[in-house]
């Protein structure tokens, strides 16, 4: 079974539950999540669902508008990088 497939099953599970096991799960959900690590956010990086749509968003319209190198253009940057740092 598929993470999606699993998913989808525990919400089908979730929507079926009586009110009082529904209290136990959601306890336990709780728990569990206030347990976990939180994510280390990097400056820059987008790291949220909506921050990602963004930045494709962005990078798709950059394309659009020509605002990008070719393969050519990144190797010469590349070792116009490389040559400074030696």
């Not at 990078?59 to 393969?71: K, L, T």
């Amino acid at each position: 079974m598929s993470i999606t497939q699993l998913r989808q099953q525990v919400h089908q599970y979730v929507d079926q539950l009586d009110d009082a096991f529904l209290q136990i799960v959601h306890s336990m959900l709780d728990t569990y999540a206030k347990q976990q690590v939180p994510l280390m956010r990097i400056p820059g990086v987008p790291s949220t669902d909506e921050e990602i749509m963004d930045t494709i968003e962005q990078s798709e319209a950059q394309i659009e508008r020509g605002e990008y190198y070719s393969v050519e253009e990144l190797e010469q940057k590349v070792e116009q990088w490389l040559s400074t740092k030696s």
